[in-house]
């Protein structure tokens, strides 16, 4: 059977997530196969994979001890009941991650995605706080501009006006500061920019007016990366923490896309020094393979529910798949796959590499700013007068015709490859990307 045969021929039932439906369909684009930096086209093409799916296969495609993890499990123990029930490698995998985080950051509970992570981070929070007897803390603060997923918690908390305007009214009690983004003072820093630490003040003007009293939480993403990859100013992560001690306010990062070695670090709190009460993360957890999430949590947090009858549930929160068999073996095999391979810390190594590919771009037409941090990087395009988004994606279809997969969000082109890549396979993707810029209107 050809590659081609696999192609179907009815594509309307399947109502496509985050994607122009009929455009699509009209003129469909179908991956059939996966290996390491690759995708392979329904009609036979190598295509270079410039970000690990969406964000999550940091290990790469079709990788052995993965593979192999998820079929010996699925022959072993398909599935286990999640509640009053238990499995080993849930407890074996949950150890191992805690052992990879910082201290207190001790305990883990798992979910199926990173919006599940989100609810879940959000709804520990306003339970931590009335268990220690906080209860009117019960706002929630994010940031304009962030992602956190698609669960009502995480759009009520999210910045993303297109995410949000169609669905209600959300969560009550919510507020949101700042986006750090500032082309004007910005634009083209290498890294970590040097303007914008002030804009964590915001936080201290949204507590004060709704009294510390109030809010349970404050979520932010380290780096921002659905919205176009907002790096955060340099000492603006460490301002938030502090403002966050002094009012008795949870801080939780949304690590869905910073975890699992896209920095650098194993996980963004390390890169840079700054430790949350809860971290929320998917994605590279097992890279992209099966869905699953987890959230991390101070001792702190996690003993405070530990005190009634021993014979209560402490938490009425849970999936029937948190921890599911497969996951954790998933995620096993993955943990197993970044050690071996010094994957969690190789975006350190590629890190300077990456930055001078990514910025030579930088007189390419179009092009207005230019951001990096690891094994990330986005450019920024002015928009087309009256058409917000076309250019991007027109440079999406360019690159997917010659033979390269990229992200866009607005008009920001956003790259994470996986941490496999090498540096032929930068250049390539650089040189690939400057024919686009140069061949788009
Ligand atoms: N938080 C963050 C920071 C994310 O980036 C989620 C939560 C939600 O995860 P789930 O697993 O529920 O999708 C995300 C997801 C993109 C892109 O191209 C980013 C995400 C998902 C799809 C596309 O930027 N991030």
Not at 1 to 16: E, T
């Amino acid at each position: 059977m050809s590659d081609r045969a696999v192609a179907p021929n009815n594509l309307d039932a399947f109502w496509m997530p985050f994607t122009a439906n009929r455009q699509f369909k009209a003129n469909p684009r179908m991956f059939t196969a996966a290996k390491d930096m690759h995708y392979t086209t329904s009609d036979g093409r190598q295509v270079l994979d410039g970000t690990a799916g969406l964000w999550c296969c940091n290990a790469g495609h079709g990788r052995p001890k993965i593979v192999e993890a998820i079929q010996k499990q699925v022959a072993e123990l398909d599935y286990a009941p999640a509640f009053q029930m238990g499995h080993p490698k849930a407890f074996e995998l949950a150890a191992r991650l805690a052992a990879m985080l910082p201290k207190p950051l001790d305990h883990v509970f798992f979910t199926n995605s990173g919006s599940e992570s989100v609810d879940t981070a959000l709804k520990i929070a306003l339970a931590y706080q009335r268990q220690i007897g906080q209860g009117t803390r019960t706002r929630l603060i994010g940031r304009e501009r962030g992602y956190h997923g698609v669960g009502f918690g995480g759009i009520s908390v999210g910045g993303i006006v297109s995410n949000r305007r169609t669905f209600g009214t959300m969560l009550t009690g919510v507020d949101h500061i700042r986006h750090t983004h500032d082309i004007a003072r910005n634009a083209f820093t290498r890294g970590v920019p040097e303007h914008g630490v002030e804009f964590a003040d915001d936080l201290i003007s949204v507590i004060t007016l709704h009294d510390p009293s109030t809010i349970a939480a404050v979520i932010v993403e380290p780096v921002a990366g659905s919205t176009g990859v907002l790096i955060p100013p340099k000492g603006y992560l460490k301002k938030l923490r502090e403002i966050c001690d002094q009012h008795g306010i949870l801080l939780i990062f949304d690590e869905v896309i910073t975890g699992f070695g896209r920095l650098g670090a194993p996980f963004a709190t390390g890169y840079f020094d700054v430790v949350p009460d809860l971290i929320t993360t998917a994605k590279g957890i097992t890279s992209g393979t099966i869905p699953m999430g987890a959230v991390f949590c101070t001792s702190d947090i996690y003993d405070a529910f530990m005190t009634g009858p021993e014979n209560m549930i402490e938490l009425f929160h849970g999936y029937t798949y948190s921890a599911h068999p497969i996951a954790c073996a998933a995620a096993l095999g993955t943990l197993d796959t970044y050690e071996e391979e010094g994957l969690l810390t190789r975006a350190a190594e590629l890190a300077s590499y990456w930055e001078d590919a990514v910025h030579s771009l930088k007189d390419c037409p179009h092009v207005i700013d230019i951001r990096n941090l690891g094994l990330i990087g986005a450019i920024e395009l002015e928009p087309i007068a009256g058409a917000p988004t076309k250019r991007a994606f027109s440079a999406f279809l360019e690159a997917y015709e010659r033979g390269l997969l990229i992200r866009t969000t607005g008009d920001i082109i956003a790259l994470s490859p996986p941490l496999i890549i090498t540096k032929a396979q930068i250049d390539e993707l650089f040189d690939t990307l400057r024919g686009v810029l140069n061949a788009i209107d």
